[in-house]
């Protein structure tokens, strides 16, 4: 056995486990920044004594860290669940280490989704829990389409539900059958590809909660090394449910051009249709500006303010790919942003966000410094 320690947090785990899903113990080291952007939300937002629920804690890492982590007045109670035959075991022993009690946790081994329906009529939850979640962790490893349903109908209103998608082919178009089957969607593979699965992954969780006229908005959301990640905030009603449904488009691509545009519609000669997706915002950002202020992991800032001062807009022009298609020198991107009033992304080192056309944008790129 191994001792990890990530931020002030200890775990035990096997010392030889490499990272697959029949581990004994999950824990992903590749991970902490994930880790660390959920805590930073969480102490961000205005939400306090919050039941918060782990159902695919793994190693329990995560559940540890917001017990030492998060401000007191954060955590009503924490809810802790992994199917893995000796995780309470392992769990309670990982508590110890800590020097952590069970005094706001109960800790369960059940399938994920049951653990989250079976709480409404648990005999020993606490006295102050009605059976719905302000905080839920969907973090499975591939597709977290199973964990879905069970998460909407116990998320509370005016909860966040923050949801991970590992499986980055699927979403990605690489492919396509797959991606309709499992996401409602198509995707074409190309330098967009990362922010178009992000999108398409944001519209179907929504969708499956717009049916119970639940309306799940993004508050954060990004792709980062191997997975999408989501926080929604939870509202209810008919009205706000068909407003993000108005967000529900395409993006149409010309392969030739590279030319795109939004459009309600499907159709148009030379463009492939992508989607359906969410054209609507990825960040809050006055939400980004209090986790920048409130930030002590460092590590972190650089993303948080590439976040931040990324465009709202849906899509964006790779500068690389543009120079490889027409044939043209790159230029510097300082010098495009400057005079597009574009922003970077972080989708794509060498990608703009800008209002401009593609036309304006070949012609500065043709006209040099």
Known sequence: MAIISENISRI??????????????????????????SILLLNSIENERMNLADP?????????????????????????????????????????????????VSVYNEEASLFLLNRVNDQNKPLDFCGYFDY???????????FLSAAIARISRSGVLAVTATDTAALTGT???????????SNYFNYMMHELGLRILIRK???QALQ??????????????????????????????NELLKQHQYLLYNPKTLDWEISPHDCKP????????????????NLLKKMLDKNPFEKETEFLKLLREEKEIPGFY?????????????????????????????????????????????KLMTAGD
Request: aromatic letters at 12%; hydrophobic letters at 35%; a positive charge.
């Open 270 to 285: 030379d463009y492939e249709a992508i989607g359906p997706l969410w054209i609507g915002k990825l960040q809050d950002k």
């Open 212 to 241: 119970f006229d639940k309306a799940l908005t993004p508050i954060l959301a990004y792709f980062k090394d191997h997975y999408f990640r989501v926080y929604f905030r939870s509202g209810k009603g008919k009205s706000i449910c």
């Open 56 to 104: 695919l804690a793994g190693s329990g890492i995560r559940s540890i860290r917001f017990l030492q982590e998060l401000k007191r007045n954060k955590i009503n109670h924490l809810f802790v669940n992994d199917k893995k035959e000796n995780f309470t075991w392992m769990f309670k022993k990982n508590l110890q280490l800590n020097n952590l009690n069970l005094g706001r």
């Open 205 to 207: 969780i929504q969708l």
């Open 12 to 37: 035990e785990i096997e010392s030889t486990q490499k990272i697959n899903r029949s581990m004994e113990i999950f824990y992903n080291p590749a991970m902490e920044s994930h880790r660390n952007i």
């Open 136 to 146: 839920i962790e969907i973090d499975p490893f591939g597709s977290p389409n199973p």
């Open 318 to 362: 790779d500068l690389h790919a543009l120079s490889k298609e027409y044939k043209i020198p790159t230029p510097k991107r300082e010098i495009v942003l400057k005079k597009l009033n574009g922003t970077r992304t972080h989708f794509s080192s060498t990608g703009i966000k800008t209002n401009k056309s593609l036309k304006e944008i070949l």
């Open 175 to 185: 492919y396509p059958k797959t991606t309709f089957r499992k996401y409602w969607a």
